[in-house]
């Protein structure tokens, strides 16, 4: 994953801080709106998270899917559970794109959305079941992503969570020095745990996301999408500038793919 400009790899924010143009948030929501997802993830993966955390489809839930662009999780999440769902992003596009396709898989009446920064959430103490987020969290980081959304959970309330998480011992200096400037917090999922127990969670499950997450399910419609990209954008330097810089990150990926990935982490909040 690459400083780039996609999304899951590198914080909005940050990204619009570095380079300074509002154009190329601009460009960056018209690349990735019509995505079926934002980042690297998979329907067979979030339904092994849902199984792993215990979640029937019994007892009615509340639940907040946090960063969820244009809600692939979502709208499984609400396919698959007896759920309340409040879908967040900080991106009212993506939202967009959630509400339409709620609206047409008839599930509008289980999902609500909000447009919101994960920093700032303006919910209730105790008021969710159940928080998930899929290849968000790094927006905010591990560490204070999981202290501050650990008072929205009921007392042995579930938090699943997808992080960027080495899967290697050791690995190449070029490829940790890169990511020492990306996203410092990158670690082995030993002390992601650790994290977890340290902020009052009891760790339940770990699996790392397979390869046809990042390859099959994002990066290859990605790259699908550039030719109609850069035409919408009538080929500008700008536009040319995103997909080259989406494309290093994909070399990145398919180069070093057997020492990172997304690990998920499912964790019940101590009472
Ligand atoms: N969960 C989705 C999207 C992952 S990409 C999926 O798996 O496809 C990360 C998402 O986080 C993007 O939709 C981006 O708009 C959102 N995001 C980035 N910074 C955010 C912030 N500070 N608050 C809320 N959402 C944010």
């Known amino acids: 994953m690459l400083p780039a400009n996609g999304f899951h790899?590198?914080?909005l924010r940050e990204q619009l801080a570095r380079v300074y143009l509002v154009?190329?948030?601009?460009?960056?929501?018209?690349?990735?709106?019509?995505?079926?997802?934002?980042?690297?993830?998979?329907?067979?993966?979030?339904?092994?998270?849902?199984?792993?955390?215990?979640?029937?489809?019994?007892?009615?839930?509340?639940?907040?899917?946090?960063?969820?662009?244009?809600?692939a999780?979502?709208?499984?999440l609400a396919q698959s559970l007896?759920?309340?769902?409040?879908?967040?992003?900080?991106?009212?596009?993506?939202?967009?794109?959630?509400?339409?396709?709620?609206?047409?898989?008839?599930?509008?009446?289980r999902i609500s959305t909000l447009v919101c920064s994960m920093d700032n959430l303006p919910f209730d103490n105790e008021?969710?079941?159940?928080?998930?987020?899929?290849?968000?969290?790094?927006?905010?980081?591990?560490?204070?992503?999981?202290?501050?959304?650990?008072?929205?959970?009921?007392?042995?309330?579930?938090?699943v969570v997808s992080e960027i998480t080495w899967i290697t011992h050791s690995r190449p200096p070029e490829l940790q020095q890169y990511w020492d400037t990306e996203y410092p917090e990158i670690d082995t999922a030993s002390a992601k745990i650790g994290i977890l127990e340290n902020s009052g969670y009891s760790p339940i499950a770990y699996f790392v996301l397979p390869e046809c997450c990042w390859l099959d399910n994002y990066y290859r419609p990605l790259q699908s999408s550039f030719p109609d990209f850069l035409r919408r954008q009538g080929y500008s330097q700008e536009s040319q500038a995103i997909v080259a810089s989406e494309e290093k990150?994909?070399?990145?990926y398919e180069r070093y793919k057997s020492h990172y990935s997304y690990g998920v982490y499912i964790a019940r909040k101590l009472d």
């Open 9 to 11: 790899s590198v914080c």
């Open 249 to 252: 990150e994909i070399a990145l």
């Open 73 to 76: 999780s979502t709208l499984l």
């Open 127 to 159: 008021e969710y079941d159940v928080i998930w987020s899929e290849g968000a969290i790094y927006n905010m980081g591990f560490k204070k992503g999981v202290e501050a959304w650990k008072r929205f959970l009921k007392p042995r309330g579930l938090l």
């Open 23 to 71: 154009d190329d948030y601009t460009l960056l929501i018209d690349l990735h709106k019509r995505a079926e997802r934002q980042g690297p993830g998979g329907s067979a993966e979030t339904r092994r998270a849902i199984e792993l955390a215990g979640l029937g489809n019994s007892d009615p839930i509340k639940l907040a899917d946090i960063g969820c662009g244009t809600g």
């Open 82 to 109: 007896n759920a309340r769902i409040t879908a967040v992003d900080f991106s009212p596009e993506f939202v967009e794109q959630l509400r339409y396709k709620a609206e047409s898989h008839g599930l509008s009446n």
